[in-house]
Nanobody, 126 residues
Framework: QVQVVESGGGSVQAGGPLRLSCATY???????????MGWFRQVPGKEREGVAAIDNHGGTTYADSVKGRFTISRDNAKKNLYLQMNSLKSEDTAMYYCAVTRAWGAGLESVRYNYWGQGTQVTVSS
């Protein structure tokens, strides 16, 4: 089993930056088996949407709404995940979730992710 814990959320003015982090915990085999890692977000009353994902070889996928503003990265040794968010907009306000899976190339398909964190709130004020 894998536990996923996000951190770094908070309140920020529009146009500002914020960096999210995600740590994974579990037995060595389970952690080493992680391939795809991703960030998702959800606003109350709306469906969860994929924000950015990265596979074990560094291949990345971004939602069109965040391209050029957000950068996803990972520490493969620790299987930690990061999301650098720049030029934040009010529409980026949401609960952000980190998710991981053994599946290769899961991209932004949330159904392919097995392990989810509890989420960290990001609020952007204009």
């Amino acid at each position: 089993q894998v536990q996923v814990v996000e951190s770094g959320g908070g309140s920020v003015q529009a146009g500002g930056p914020l960096r999210l982090s995600c740590a994974t915990y579990g037995d060595t085999w389970s952690i080493n088996a992680i391939d795809s890692m991703g960030w998702f977000r959800q606003v109350p009353g709306k469906e969860r949407e994929g924000v950015a994902a990265i596979d074990n070889h560094g291949g990345t996928t971004y939602a069109d709404s965040v391209k050029g503003r957000f950068t996803i990265s990972r520490d493969n040794a620790k299987k930690n995940l990061y999301l650098q968010m720049n030029s934040l907009k009010s529409e980026d306000t949401a609960m952000y979730y980190c998710a991981v899976t053994r599946a290769w190339g899961a991209g932004l398909e949330s159904v392919r992710y097995n392990y989810w964190g509890q989420g960290t709130q990001v609020t952007v004020s204009s």
